[in-house]
């Protein structure tokens, strides 16, 4: 099989750069190792920017999101047993987020591709990327018992943290920036109202807490919890009197609870690859970085890699120009703005976990640094800004 691009993984990042590259007319073969119905049982981001949204505007897969999905114009941040609004339409210049799953935007775009004939591989096992440095790169991989071959002149590495892409390069070609947390979340989905119309983060000296949501009627909510804890360390009713712990009280009374639909433990990482072009092979998503969650910018950050990586990949093959400039700078482009948001995302993973290495004077330090931000118009600027997104 031939194609232009080589998709490798069909998570958000492969998605969307598939169809946007299908809308300028270039063809482009996603290979999965996963099947749709797998895919789209994780249960993962929820917050979008307004540029993501306006990406996937470009990508013509927004239809359903604007519908469906909740406009937030701002959050409360619970500490100290009060409640405090961050007024993100105020404080970042009209600026605001969607609430609207990742699993309901992958089905979006999963629609989208089967409805334009595109080919998306499923199920493909032993995937591995061949010759990138040159300008021949090959997929291989077996499905079905038998052994395939794709050749293209690009490959895009979108198969997340775990995948083949990032691992194919040589280690001298490489270099990783990582921090691991000394904690996770433990994350329910449940068929609950919201406790409240907007999100809920929560700094607690027992941990951090998060309530949000998927629809007025299904609640999503978060607790910090042991790196070394599983989903068995977690009943429901463990995880409702931990997460009541951590909001001020009158909140506490609202929260509606219920059985579980879904349970997970994610652990929390900071990570960036540099560069994160390698000759024909391009990451993007979490293949080439991971943010902790704490500020909504994980699919985020995928959507941000694919504007950048489509439209370089569009002036190349519609420009007619043979010296790939835009190619060239897709790794700079990106990483300043990765960067920048994994700074964010460091910062409200610092401001808002109970750290254990930090003791009392880091809880006194937090709670004096919260204070000071709802205080203060440029501090509650520079929250807001980031939150919804800083310029692409
Ligand atoms: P992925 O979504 O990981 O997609 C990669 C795809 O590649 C997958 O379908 C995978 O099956 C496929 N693949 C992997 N290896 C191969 C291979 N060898 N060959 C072929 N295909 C392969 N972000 C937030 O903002 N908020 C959250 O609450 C949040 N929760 C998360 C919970 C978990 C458990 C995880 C893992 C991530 C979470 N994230 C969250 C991060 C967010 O979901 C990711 O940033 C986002 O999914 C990145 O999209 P992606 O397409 O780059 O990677
Ligand atoms: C969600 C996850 C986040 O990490 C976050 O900061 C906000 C919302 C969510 O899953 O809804």
Redesign the pocket.
């Known amino acids: 099989m031939k194609t232009q691009v080589a998709i ?7 998605l969307l750069l598939g169809q946007l590259l299908h809308l300028s007319g270039i063809d482009a073969v996603i ?4 099947n749709r119905d797998y ?1 789209l049982q994780r249960i ?4 979008l920017e307004q540029g993501t949204v306006s990406i996937l505007d470009r990508a013509r897969v927004s239809e359903r999101l604007h519908r469906e999905g909740l406009v937030h114009t701002g959050f409360d941040v619970c500490f100290a047993g009060q409640r405090q609004r961050l007024d993100l339409e105020k404080y970042a210049d009209g600026k605001t987020v969607v609430v609207y799953g ?1 699993t309901e935007i992958t089905r979006d775009m999963m629609d989208a591709r089967e409805a334009s004939g595109a080919i998306t591989v499923y199920d ?1 096992e032993n ?1 591995a990327i061949h010759d990138f440095e040159s300008d021949h790169p090959r997929v291989t991989y077996t499905k079905d018992g038998k052994d395939f071959q794709l050749t293209c002149d690009f490959i895009a590495g ?7 892409s990032r691992k194919s390069v040589p280690t001298s070609a490489i270099k990783t920036f990582e921090k691991i947390y000394p904690f996770g979340w433990i ?1 329910v989905l449940s068929e609950t109202k919201p406790v409240s119309d907007e999100l809920i983060y929560a700094n607690h000296e027992s941990g951090f807490a998060l309530c949000s949501m998927r629809s007025p009627t299904r609640s999503r909510c978060y607790v910090q919890c042991a790196l070394t804890d599983t989903i068995e360390d977690w009943p429901e009713e463990k995880f409702w009197k931990a997460l009541k712990q951590k909001l001020d009280p009158e909140t506490a009374a609202d929260l509606e609870t219920g059985p579980a639909i879904e349970k ?1 433990i ?1 652990p929390l990482r900071s990570f960036v690859t540099e560069p994160m072009r390698f000759g024909s092979l391009f990451l ?4 080439a970085h991971i943010v902790p ?1 704490a500020g ?7 959507a941000s890699d694919i504007h950048y990586l489509s439209n370089a990949l569009i002036e190349h093959y519609t420009s007619g120009k043979k010296d790939k400039v835009s190619l060239d700078q897709y790794s700079h482009k990106a990483l300043a703005r990765v960067w920048k948001t994994e700074r964010f995302s460091w910062w409200m993973t610092s401001l808002l976990h109970t750290l254990p290495e930090n003791g009392e004077l880091g809880t006194k330090l937090q709670r004096a640094e919260l204070e000071y931000v709802f205080q203060s118009d440029a501090a509650q600027a520079m929250w807001a800004e980031n939150y919804v997104g800083l310029p692409l």
């Open positions: 490798i993984g069909s998570g958000p990042a492969g290979i999965e190792q996963k895919i993962r981001a929820g917050v990742q493909a995937v979108c198969d997340g943290f775990h995948g083949v994350g997970s994610a993007a998503g979490d293949a969650p909504a910018k994980g699919m985020n950050l995928a």
